[in-house]
T-cell receptor
Framework: AQTVTQSQPEMSVQEAETVTLSCTYDTSESDYYLFWYKQPPSRQMILVIRQEAYKQQNATENRFSVNFQKAAKSFSLKISDSQLGDAAMYFC????????????FGTGTSLTVIP | NAGVTQTPKFQVLKTGQSMTLQCAQDMNHEYMSWYRQDPGMGLRLIHYSVGAGITDQGEVPNGYNVSRSTTEDFPLRLLSAAPSQTSVYFC???????????FGDGTRLSIL
């Protein structure tokens, strides 16, 4: 099974600053998809951004962007101009394009935004 | 659209009791999954289904059963509740390929 590693259990950032959350994964597949989800205290799981492995261009969604390094199996999330509402648990997820289309999640990074 | 609906939102059980967590989606998604979320462990896959009539085990299937008689519904059954099953349970659904999972609001389950 694929493994997803988030090595930063907790991170903090000053409001309006930029923060990068790390994610690495282990796979032998060449075709897959990567996601970042946000889980605020409300417990909802909210999709932040996604990346197709066959695309070299890094995905961006407003203040959120990724640095996808396929050879290094790295998929970090950059949050620019951090806002108080960005405080949440962030999960990195891997989806196989082949083996049952399962999702594999990392253990999460808790982000605190300091006013 | 309702999306993914989970019921109940909270439940307290005694050890040895059985119960079913309900999950329904109205998006005609073929893939459905059940996860449990425990502190420091992320989301762990319990069971999943790739379509009606097809289910398979995930990472932590022991003590749980599922069935998928329709595209819309994917109930999770706890056969004989144990304190180790105290957790928050999420149901999710998706289309195939690059489509993300849509999650329900979760069920907080406590086993005494």
């Amino acid at each position: 099974a694929q493994t997803v590693t988030q090595s930063q259990p907790e991170m903090s950032v000053q409001e309006a600053e930029t923060v990068t959350l790390s994610c690495t994964y282990d796979t032998s597949e060449s075709d897959y998809y990567l996601f970042w989800y946000k889980q605020p205290p409300s417990r909802q799981m909210i999709l932040v951004i996604r990346q197709e492995a066959y695309k070299q261009q890094n995905a961006t969604e407003n203040r959120f962007s990724v640095n996808f390094q396929k050879a290094a199996k790295s998929f970090s999330l950059k949050i620019s101009d951090s806002q108080l509402g960005d405080a949440a648990m962030y999960f990195c997820a891997y989806r196989s394009a082949n083996t049952g289309n399962q999702f594999y999640f990392g253990t999460g990074t808790s982000l605190t935004v300091i006013p | 659209n309702a999306g993914v609906t989970q019921t109940p939102k909270f439940q307290v059980l005694k050890t040895g009791q059985s119960m079913t967590l309900q999950c329904a989606q109205d998006m005609n998604h073929e893939y459905m999954s059940w996860y449990r979320q425990d502190p420091g462990m992320g989301l762990r896959l319990i069971h999943y289904s790739v379509g009606a009539g097809i289910t398979d085990q995930g990472e932590v299937p022991n003590g749980y059963n599922v069935s998928r008689s329709t595209t819309e519904d994917f109930p999770l059954r706890l056969l004989s509740a144990a304190p180790s099953q105290t957790s928050v349970y999420f149901c999710a659904s998706s289309k195939g390929g690059s489509q993300p999972q849509h999650f329900g609001d979760g069920t907080r389950l406590s086993i005494l």
